[in-house]
């Protein structure tokens, strides 16, 4: 997808797009560095948009893992479904289905979770909702890669996962936030 038609995209449907232009090749190297893909078997991304982040990630993916992707725009659904690659499972549906889709793809723990959703945008508690799917969905010692470009909802991913870390992209517009989280122990403890 051509920036200029993702801009056009992104105005209609900011609320849930979250940005509005596509994901740089500094932000999508970013993602992919936190990412051991030797290890990585079953990687989720949750708000693919039309796929760009996606395509890094196939692209340093070994041959038997998987990828599993969400995306609920239906201009961005169109570029998803023309990404042909026997690792790539879409789901044209929302990321508060994770634990149904994972159950649909027999998949008990993942390695990975990078989201895009715009939490800022999702109310309260639907994003605490998919958080904990996430957190309960990866595997203890996985982490969670959240794309953002405020750090108003830092404190979602601290008290889900009881960690974080920022890293900051300027060269993105516009310029972004990679939070970062590692799943330490099996049960999340009560953080309030």
């Known amino acids: 997808m051509k920036r200029l038609d993702f801009f056009s995209e992104s105005l209609k449907n900011l609320k849930e797009v979250g940005t509005v232009t596509r994901s740089s090749r500094y932000l999508c190297r970013n993602i992919t560095d936190q990412i051991d893909f030797n290890n990585a078997d079953v990687i989720v991304e949750l708000g693919a948009g039309d796929g760009v982040i996606s395509e890094k990630l196939l692209d340093k993916m070994k041959a038997n893992s998987k990828l599993i992707v969400f995306e609920i725009n239906e201009v961005f659904?169109?570029?998803?479904?023309?990404?042909?690659?026997?690792?790539?499972?879409?789901?044209?549906?929302?990321?508060?289905?994770?634990?149904n889709v994972l159950k649909e793809q027999g998949v008990?723990?993942?390695?990975?979770?990078?989201?895009?959703?715009?939490?800022?945008?999702?109310?309260?508690?639907?994003?605490?909702?998919?958080?904990?799917?996430?957190?309960?969905?990866?595997?203890v010692g996985g982490k969670y890669i959240q794309v953002h470009y405020s750090l108003v909802m830092k404190n979602l991913y601290k008290r889900a996962f009881?960690?974080?870390?920022?890293?900051?992209?300027?060269?993105?517009?516009?310029?972004?936030?990679?939070?970062?989280?590692?799943?330490?122990?099996e049960v999340a403890p009560d953080r309030g």
Not at 79 to 87: A, G, H, S, V
Not at 108 to 137: G, L
Not at 170 to 185: C, G, M, Q, V, Y
């Open 77 to 99: 659904c169109s570029q998803l479904e023309e990404i042909k690659d026997p690792r790539f499972f879409f789901y044209k549906k929302s990321a508060e289905e994770l634990t």
């Open 108 to 139: 008990n723990h993942v390695d990975y979770v990078v989201s895009a959703i715009p939490f800022t945008v999702v109310p309260d508690e639907i994003a605490k909702d998919i958080v904990e799917q996430c957190y309960k969905s990866l595997k």
């Open 162 to 185: 009881g960690n974080i870390k920022v890293n900051f992209i300027l060269k993105n517009l516009p310029p972004a936030f990679l939070l970062i989280s590692r799943k330490t122990e």
